[in-house]
């Protein structure tokens, strides 16, 4: 089973495994997993997760390294919702001033029949990223 990476406002560092189904019931049950009446996914490419982290965009057939973070499209109209901080660093809010809000996952992008769809992490990918995701958590007060 392919896993992904939740990581909540509060800097918990969670493993999950990828929705099985069609591409519908795959994109529900992220939303759950986003939370907070999620009902719609963004697909965010935020740089430092590729200048920093040292992770790929490239995205491929079999094996794609490609990963990528999941936010709530609708998170900047949600008022209880809070920053994410470790989104907010990846996705340089710092030098733009736009917020991630709320939840967010991270999963594999690969190329199939039905262009590119959201998988679970290649295995060495996300234990890279795992690792890292825990070590920003840490430095930013997360103490799980």
Same mark, same amino acid.
């Given at each position: 089973?392919?896993?992904? #990476? ?7 560092? =969670?493993?999950?495994?990828?929705? @099985?189904?069609? #591409? ?7 939303? /759950? ?18 200048? /920093?982290? &040292?992770?790929?965009?490239?995205? *491929? ?5 490609? +990963?990528?973070?999941? +936010?709530? /499209? ?5 008022? $209880? ?11 340089? =809010?710092? *030098? ?13 992008? =690969?190329?199939?029949?039905?262009? #590119?769809?959201?998988? &679970?992490?290649? $295995? ?7 690792? @890292? ?8 007060? &997360?103490?799980?």
């Amino acid at each position: 089973m392919s896993k992904i #990476i939740k990581v909540s406002t509060d800097l918990e560092v =969670t493993v999950h495994d990828f929705p @099985q189904g069609t #591409i519908r019931e795959q994109n529900r049950q992220l939303c /759950e997993l986003i939370g907070n009446g999620c009902e719609m996914i963004e697909h965010v490419m935020p740089r430092r997760l590729y200048n /920093e982290l &040292g992770h790929t965009t490239e995205v *491929k057939r079999e094996n794609s390294k490609c +990963v990528a973070m999941l +936010v709530d /499209e609708e998170f900047l109209f949600k008022n $209880e919702l809070q920053f994410n901080p470790i989104g907010c660093y990846l996705y340089e =809010t710092d *030098k733009h001033g736009s917020p991630i809000m709320g939840n967010i996952l991270f999963v594999g992008d =690969t190329y199939t029949d039905d262009g #590119i769809t959201f998988s &679970g992490i290649e $295995e060495e990918t996300f234990n890279k990223l795992y690792e @890292q995701l825990k070590q920003l958590a840490w430095k930013a007060g &997360g103490a799980k």
